[in-house]
């Protein structure tokens, strides 16, 4: 594993699926993101982690577009973060950011149509394969409000992944979920990776000890006091080093 | 904008006032119990009732439509939901007007029934035709709901939301001629009346509940109350955004 100033994911630059160049980011005084700069691969699964307030989630949010760096540059699919990328963006926020009152079908079913899945049956289709994939097919007319945390957990990355995207944006996605559901996720997100898909996942390093899967994540120091990017590339199990 | 994606967001907000009961029964109940806590009030004063009864349903049909915005949209930015909508391609037009299509309906309700009670219950002396005063009251409640939205941006939680209500109701309340006619105000709140959307709707409403003027008479008035609603429009779409 080799630790540098510019550390990138995977064999060349010209497929870089994310782009960062010094980019810099404040919340008034106070620097977050102090000179960030790297490229992730297509494909490749890559981990942000740190403590609490480390800037994991400011980071995931200016990949989304949620925001815009004070200095330096940041591409996305080739271009700069903006709504013309969404379909092909899933994002996953750290809070559940569902609709309460509506059923585990009726969530799903509005953020695959606010993806632009206006075919009836064709979402339908998606949405019956993602409750599958994230095990809710039978809790599908339930009220978000009657669901545990660990429920809405994976109801909220269902609605990340409805659109089947070519990007994933997850923050904290395994928080509040118990070793075996963690585990599944982490195989589910390794089956994404192998298709094609870029995952993105921010986290702090003790609620991944027990992933079992093979994995790729970079690892680099100093970009700025608290947030530590962990990467390699080799697809080999990694020991936690923090 | 998308017609699917506007319908979709309107779709949702009905469903999630129609499942909650509880805001559902305020929606209904509570403009009833304070219109016949005022209009009850005036019971021997059948001239006076008369003459703020127009101003009276201007003010509430504003004022809960306000608050109902205000207080979902907020809820909306605080716990996450308008961000995650923002990351799709979802554009700030279908927001909103889905928003404003969603609540539509239960405004409407709200309005219709403020007015029925207003006319039937209260039993005001009046003239006019109620669907032409119905229409001036719908467009008082976009206003309402474009405002609602705009405020929700400067609140934190809806403690703050309710803390703009004395803000946004109390200078209407006694300048746009609810009260007191405009032309009764001293100078420099005429002026401050003028920039005011209900001052327009109390006008209207007043001009053809009491004095028999047609919809076409005050065109005037509602052209500017739907100005008003056009301008909180763009507020509101400034304050929806990625960045």
């Given at each position: 594993m080799s630790i540098d100033a510019n550390t990138n994911v995977?064999?060349?630059?010209?497929?870089?699926?994310i782009r960062l160049s010094d980019v810099e980011f404040s919340y008034g005084q106070r620097r977050?993101?102090?000179?960030i700069s790297l490229f992730i691969e297509k494909g490749a699964i890559f981990g942000f982690l740190?403590?609490?307030?480390?800037?994991k989630t400011t980071l995931i949010r200016l990949l989304a577009g949620l925001g815009k760096p004070q200095s330096g540059t940041i591409s996305v699919l080739g271009q700069s973060?903006?709504?013309?990328l969404s379909q092909q963006i899933g994002y996953m926020p750290?809070?559940?950011?569902?609709?309460?009152?509506?059923s585990v079908q009726e969530n799903l079913d509005f953020f695959a149509r606010m993806y632009g899945l206006t075919d009836r049956a064709q979402r339908r289709e998606a949405e019956e394969s993602t409750l599958e994939v994230v095990g809710l097919l039978d809790r599908?007319?339930?009220?978000?409000?009657?669901?545990s945390g660990g429920m809405r957990q994976r109801l909220s990355l269902a609605c990340a992944l409805v659109h089947d995207p070519k990007l994933l944006l997850l923050d904290e996605?395994?928080?509040?979920?118990?070793p075996e559901l963690r585990a599944s996720f982490w195989e589910h997100f390794q089956s994404l990776s192998d298709s094609g898909t870029t995952v993105i996942i921010s986290a702090i390093?003790?609620?991944?000890?027990h992933t079992v899967i093979n994995w790729r994540f970079c690892m680099r120091d100093g970009l700025l006091p608290r947030i530590r990017l962990m990467a390699s590339a080799l697809p080999q199990r990694c020991p936690m080093l923090l | 904008m998308s017609l699917d994606r506007t319908l979709a967001i309107a779709t949702r907000i009905f469903h999630q006032i129609r499942r909650d009961h509880r805001s559902l029964a305020l929606i209904i109940v509570a403009p009833l119990l304070v219109m016949a806590l005022v209009g009850f009030s005036f019971t021997e004063q059948q001239p006076v009732l008369d003459r703020i009864s127009p101003g009276m349903m201007c003010v509430f049909a504003f004022f809960f439509t306000f608050l109902l915005t205000g207080v979902s949209f907020l809820r909306e930015r605080a716990q996450g939901t308008l961000e995650r909508l923002l990351v799709?391609?979802?554009?700030r037009g279908d927001i909103l007007v889905g928003y404003l299509l969603g609540f539509f309906l239960f405004a409407a309700i709200q309005s219709a029934l403020i007015l029925l009670f207003t006319v039937w219950a209260l039993d005001i002396n009046y003239q006019g035709n109620l669907w032409q005063v119905f229409a001036v009251l719908m467009v008082v409640t976009v206003v309402g709901v474009n405002l609602g939205i705009f405020i929700s941006?400067?609140?934190?939680?809806e403690f703050q939301v309710v803390q703009f209500i004395p803000i946004v109701l109390a200078p209407q309340i006694f300048l746009?001629?609810?009260?007191?006619?405009?032309?009764?105000?001293?100078g420099y709140f005429q002026v401050a009346s003028k920039v005011l959307p209900l001052t327009y709707a109390v006008g209207a409403l007043r001009d053809m509940?009491?004095?028999?003027?047609?919809f076409s008479d005050v065109l005037g008035d509602v052209g500017i109350l739907a100005a008003f609603a056009v301008v909180f429009l763009v507020l509101a779409a400034v304050t929806v955004r990625r960045t």
């Amino acid at each position: 594993m080799s630790i540098d100033a510019n550390t990138n994911v995977g064999n060349g630059s010209d497929d870089a699926v994310i782009r960062l160049s010094d980019v810099e980011f404040s919340y008034g005084q106070r620097r977050v993101l102090n000179g960030i700069s790297l490229f992730i691969e297509k494909g490749a699964i890559f981990g942000f982690l740190g403590a609490n307030g480390a800037g994991k989630t400011t980071l995931i949010r200016l990949l989304a577009g949620l925001g815009k760096p004070q200095s330096g540059t940041i591409s996305v699919l080739g271009q700069s973060p903006s709504p013309r990328l969404s379909q092909q963006i899933g994002y996953m926020p750290q809070l559940n950011a569902l609709y309460a009152e509506l059923s585990v079908q009726e969530n799903l079913d509005f953020f695959a149509r606010m993806y632009g899945l206006t075919d009836r049956a064709q979402r339908r289709e998606a949405e019956e394969s993602t409750l599958e994939v994230v095990g809710l097919l039978d809790r599908r007319k339930d009220p978000v409000l009657r669901l545990s945390g660990g429920m809405r957990q994976r109801l909220s990355l269902a609605c990340a992944l409805v659109h089947d995207p070519k990007l994933l944006l997850l923050d904290e996605p395994t928080v509040g979920l118990d070793p075996e559901l963690r585990a599944s996720f982490w195989e589910h997100f390794q089956s994404l990776s192998d298709s094609g898909t870029t995952v993105i996942i921010s986290a702090i390093p003790w609620t991944m000890l027990h992933t079992v899967i093979n994995w790729r994540f970079c690892m680099r120091d100093g970009l700025l006091p608290r947030i530590r990017l962990m990467a390699s590339a080799l697809p080999q199990r990694c020991p936690m080093l923090l | 904008m998308s017609l699917d994606r506007t319908l979709a967001i309107a779709t949702r907000i009905f469903h999630q006032i129609r499942r909650d009961h509880r805001s559902l029964a305020l929606i209904i109940v509570a403009p009833l119990l304070v219109m016949a806590l005022v209009g009850f009030s005036f019971t021997e004063q059948q001239p006076v009732l008369d003459r703020i009864s127009p101003g009276m349903m201007c003010v509430f049909a504003f004022f809960f439509t306000f608050l109902l915005t205000g207080v979902s949209f907020l809820r909306e930015r605080a716990q996450g939901t308008l961000e995650r909508l923002l990351v799709t391609p979802v554009g700030r037009g279908d927001i909103l007007v889905g928003y404003l299509l969603g609540f539509f309906l239960f405004a409407a309700i709200q309005s219709a029934l403020i007015l029925l009670f207003t006319v039937w219950a209260l039993d005001i002396n009046y003239q006019g035709n109620l669907w032409q005063v119905f229409a001036v009251l719908m467009v008082v409640t976009v206003v309402g709901v474009n405002l609602g939205i705009f405020i929700s941006v400067f609140a934190r939680n809806e403690f703050q939301v309710v803390q703009f209500i004395p803000i946004v109701l109390a200078p209407q309340i006694f300048l746009s001629g609810v009260v007191l006619p405009v032309d009764q105000l001293p100078g420099y709140f005429q002026v401050a009346s003028k920039v005011l959307p209900l001052t327009y709707a109390v006008g209207a409403l007043r001009d053809m509940m009491l004095h028999g003027q047609a919809f076409s008479d005050v065109l005037g008035d509602v052209g500017i109350l739907a100005a008003f609603a056009v301008v909180f429009l763009v507020l509101a779409a400034v304050t929806v955004r990625r960045t």
